[in-house]
């Protein structure tokens, strides 16, 4: 059984940054595609990045320039640097993982999903 834990929200300042992990259990990371998506209050859940199992990465163009995708093989854990930090990033972040190894944007696409951290960034 695939289990996703994500950590490393919490509350930053606009400009600020954060590092959220994703530690897999079950499946190696280095053979599965994973993103991140976010969701706000009242928003539907939106992609933001994804790493496919091959290593090229892929981003939604709101975060295009700020956020890094990228996994630790050693660790089973894949990161999401995000620098530039704005208020509309608020939301909660979720891990996901495509066992059909896609470039997939749609939630619906995603096989495993971890619990969500919370990222909230103050203007």
């Known amino acids: 059984q695939v289990q996703l834990v994500e950590s490393g929200g919490g509350l930053v300042q606009a400009g600020g940054s954060l590092r959220l992990s994703c530690a897999a259990s079950?499946?190696?990371?280095?053979?599965?595609?994973m993103a991140w998506f976010r969701q706000a209050p009242g928003k539907e859940r939106e992609f933001v990045a994804g790493?496919?199992?091959?290593?090229?990465?892929y981003y939604a163009d709101s975060v295009k320039g700020r956020f890094t995708i990228s996994r630790d093989n050693s660790k089973n854990t894949v990161y999401l640097q995000m620098d530039s930090l704005e208020p509309e990033d608020t939301a909660t972040y979720y891990c996901?993982?495509?066992?059909?190894?896609?470039?997939?944007?749609?939630?619906?696409?995603?096989?495993?999903w971890g619990q969500g951290t919370q990222v909230t960034v103050s203007s």
């Open positions: 790493i496919r199992w091959l290593g090229n990465t």
């Open positions: 079950g499946r190696t990371v280095s053979t599965y595609s």
């Open positions: 996901a993982g495509d066992r059909r190894n896609g470039a997939r944007t749609t939630q619906a696409e995603y096989d495993d």
